[in-house]
């Protein structure tokens, strides 16, 4: 029987919020990466601190909580397994990216040869495979050197080669971990901490060190689910807090008076108390302050109404959910599209009925590939 202090619980089935919610990232990572047009307007980091790239780190964080934590728990230890399991997908995930990358630099070099406009060889980082090839070539295969709107799987990788430890710790300390997470999240902000470029100054865009307590959360609530629990608890009293601090995000990113008074309050709170930058600032490779408790605060709300879950399992929210079934693809698709796509609006400068014909192109052989992905028949296995 079992024992009565530790009650047995049974997992649910799939929830259809993390794969409609992925997908609606990637609809509105794609528009933010096509900049110019007007659609990106309506995009979430119109109506908040953070924006679609916290929100697709967080969610990778649950899915990998889901995926590769039950080898990991103490009743079930197969370690062996899941290490297998983890690092075979860090494994695909680096060969993505490097197909992605250069596939996005040749997609650069058809815009210069065909639509003779060689702008986009020059943006985007892209710069350095001139100044500096042999270097640069380098920077690419060990990750130091990564081009704008591609950039995203490095982080991705790296938070995933380490998840085999992260996840024994989740089932065993995750108060620990958690506490440690987020010290490190802020030593990284407050000393400017990162994996270096090379050869170019600096550190990755995507921090790792500052995203991990994105990603973390995220496996840490992947790791509840499984088990059946939410990793942070339903109280009225946080649906309310959390509403009321995504409505003030929205009214401060919409109305520049708002903005104003948010700017005065946050560098009057750090001049006050002497508050390290990176609780006060907007900044996306530290994840600042700001930008985290908007993302937790916006996951912690959508997550407690039940509501939203059943809305999630209507077939209008379907093809969302063939979107966030199929991440990678159609993330590797989408960020070699939209490099082409900037490329054109180059040479096609504002243009409303321009700009929705390559957007519906683009999120078309986006669903196109999802399908593809999703419904092609599977060649049976030779013998």
Not at 76 to 84: D, E, H, I, Q, V
Not at 85 to 106: E, G, K, N, P
Not at 174 to 195: D, F
Not at 342 to 355: A, I, S, W
């Amino acid at each position: 029987m079992p024992d009565s202090a530790n009650p047995v619980r049974i997992p649910s089935a799939r929830d259809p919020r993390l794969d409609v919610f992925r997908g609606i990232c990637l609809v509105m990572i794609f528009l933010n990466h096509v900049p110019g047009t007007v659609f990106e307007e309506f995009t979430s980091r119109n109506f908040g601190f953070s924006d679609a790239a916290e929100g697709f780190v967080l969610m990778s964080g649950i899915a990998a909580g889901l995926a590769y934590s039950a080898d990991f728990r103490a009743t079930s230890m197969r370690l062996w397994t899941g290490l297998a399991r983890v690092w075979r997908r860090v494994w695909t995930l680096y060969l993505v990216h490097i197909l992605t990358t250069f596939a996005a630099l040749a997609t650069a070099g058809a815009v210069a040869l065909w639509l003779g406009n060689s702008e986009l060889l020059f943006e985007n980082q892209m710069k350095w495979v001139w100044l500096d090839p042999l270097r640069t070539l380098i920077g690419l295969v060990i990750l130091t050197h990564q081009f704008g709107y591609v950039n995203i799987l490095p982080l991705y990788l790296a938070l995933l080669a380490v998840a085999p430890l992260l996840l024994f710790l989740a089932w065993r300390y995750p108060l620990w971990l958690m506490a440690v997470s987020v010290a490190v999240w802020l030593a990284a902000g407050i000393w400017r901490l990162g994996p270096p470029n090379y050869p170019s100054s600096g550190v990755w865009f995507f921090n790792p060190l500052a995203w991990q307590v994105i990603f973390i959360t995220g496996l840490l609530t992947g790791v509840a689910m499984k088990d059946g629990r939410r990793f942070v608890p339903i109280r009225r009293w946080l649906q309310v807090l959390t509403g009321i601090f995504l409505l003030y995000a929205a009214f401060s990113v919409q109305f520049p008076a708002v903005s104003k008074i948010t700017g005065n309050t946050l560098w009057l709170a750090k001049e006050t108390f002497h508050l390290p930058w990176n609780l006060t600032a907007f900044d996306k490779t530290y994840v600042t302050g700001p930008r985290l408790l908007h993302i937790l605060a916006l996951a912690y709300f959508l997550s407690s109404f039940a509501f939203i879950r059943r809305a999630c399992a209507y077939w209008i929210a379907a093809p969302f959910e063939l979107l966030g079934r199929q991440a990678l693809p159609v993330f590797a698709l989408g960020s070699v599209l939209c490099i082409g796509l900037q490329g054109v609006k180059h040479v096609t400068g504002e243009n409303l009925t321009t700009d929705a014909l390559i957007i519906a192109g683009g999120l078309a052989l986006q669903f196109a590939l999802a399908a593809a992905r999703q419904y092609w028949p599977k060649p049976a296995k030779v013998s």
